[in-house]
């Protein structure tokens, strides 16, 4: 998922570009884990920074 990102922030290819060059037959499928991935990421980042911040 972290070639998924740059590419994503760093090239003006479509998601379906993306998804074909990373390998996925479908595109949904790609979506699908790319949004599953960015949220747990976004959920550990934000319960570390409650973590510290609290210590």
Known sequence: ?????????DTS???NEIADELGFKYSTHFT???KKC???YTTLNFLYALFFIKQ
Not at 1 to 9: E, P, S, V
């Open 32 to 34: 699908r884990l790319f």
């Open 13 to 15: 290819l479509s998601i």
């Open 38 to 40: 960015v949220s747990v």
């Open 1 to 9: 998922m972290f070639i998924a990102k740059q590419r994503l922030a």
